[in-house]
């Protein structure tokens, strides 16, 4: 039987990708299903054929897996914001640590690698500290908040969300009738007409204090210092409300320019015993109790001597670039985001760690030029990992280890196995850590230790 777009077929789900779909087969034909999991038993409508495999929408549940869960939201099978909150939070961890050491063995040639459990924060819900939100309009003439439902720019309307911090759950519904109430206009994607586009809600989960962004087309926005004072007496935690100007019709959410309307343009957060300064757009891991306790592995793991220096690359607003920098001589940054960078410097000062130096540019440009001998180097590269010439410098200054901080496991495989088939590095550990509870994404930090 040849599949064929719209039939209707039973099969087991027998494995996860890494989008998190449920993966089965018929008659040889790889079929991936979402909002499925292993154990699952289903009755599925073909709907794209590949040539190498079908994408499928389930139709009925004819044996639930002993991992699948009902889902804590009430949204979940239609919003794109999570694609686990079916699966057994238990459950989830190990099949992302199944999945890593998949990685590590097929694309690294790593046979046995050691991988630690895998590290998770306080709770698998509520632990957001960062949400962005696109705006819309319902038919009804609502202003409409939420994620897209997967696969489509259609907003899945929230009131709540069971992973962001509870704390920011009261602001949502308010602020979109206060948007309502003001007459904003809303952003169209399809005719570019309107004006605000996102609402942006950020929080210190340690000092509790909260930085409400709105992303617009145009900061022209009518009383809008009137009503970020009355956000201000609302909301007692509430630091400041802030602009974010993007004119660009694309997807990029945050533009380059922001406009403080009321209170401060950051929020102060404490990490690893650390004040840190966050601003609107700035990138601070999402989930902060968990990347705590992958800087104490970290820590624990570096045993980092009082006379060394420490080259951290990639190193953004200097999240770990400066806990590390108090067991060190010497630390220094590398980033190729300015505002970024200017973050980093100004922790730094905060924290009286004057001996941090950053420099601004690519890895690749900047590191062969820096006639640098590091005793630590930290890398914490996009997902697409490492530039070759960036693993190349790192042979050549030979570090006594180097971490590799990744959120994929198939480019860290990668750039691990070129640093270890050099025969100067062997990989000691790999520590993966749940910054993403209900979603398929996973964080993870390998150890390498020079030979001889």
Known sequence: ???????????????????????????????????????????????????????????????????????????????????????????????????????????????????????????????????????????????????????????????????????????????????????????????????????????????????????????????????????LTDYPDLAGVVLNINHDPGNVIFGKENQLVAGRDYLTEVFGGLTYRLGADTFFQVNTEAAEALLDVIIDRLDLKPNETLLDAYCGIGTFTLPLAQKVARAIGIEIHAHSLEQARLNAGLNSLFNTTFYSGTVEDILPGLNLTPDVVILDPPRQGCDRSVLQSLLQCQPRAIVYISCQGATLARDLKILCDSAQYTLNFVQPADFFPQTAHLECCAFLEKQG
């Open 1 to 231: 039987m040849v599949i064929k777009q719209g039939d209707l077929i039973e099969i087991s789900i027998k494995d996860l990708n890494h989008t998190g779909d449920g993966v089965g087969r018929y008659q040889g034909q790889v079929i991936f299903v979402p909002d499925t999991v292993i154990g699952d038993t289903v009755e599925i409508r073909i709907g794209q054929v590949k040539r190498h495999y079908c994408l499928a929408k389930t139709t009925r549940l004819i044996q639930p897996s002993p991992y699948r869960i009902r889902p804590r939201c009430i949204v979940a099978d239609k919003c794109g914001g999570c694609q686990w909150q079916h699966i057994d939070d238990s459950y989830q961890t190990e099949v992302k640590r199944g999945q890593l050491l998949q990685s590590l063995q097929k694309i690294g040639g790593f046979s046995a690698p050691a991988v630690g459990e895998v590290l998770t924060g306080v709770s698998s819900l509520g632990y957001r500290n960062k949400v962005t939100y696109p705006l819309g309009m319902s038919a009804t003439g609502k202003v409409q908040a939420g994620y897209y439902r997967r696969g489509t720019h259609q907003i899945i309307n929230l009131n709540q969300c069971p992973v962001q911090d509870v704390r920011l759950n009261p602001l949502l519904a308010s602020i979109k009738n206060d948007i309502k109430e003001r007459g904003w206009p809303i952003y169209d994607e399809k005719t570019r007409q309107g004006q605000l586009r996102h609402l942006g809600l950020r929080i210190g989960r340690r000092t509790g204090e909260i930085l409400l962004t709105l992303v617009t087309t145009d900061p022209l926005l009518t009383d809008i210092d009137i009503q970020a004072q009355k956000w």
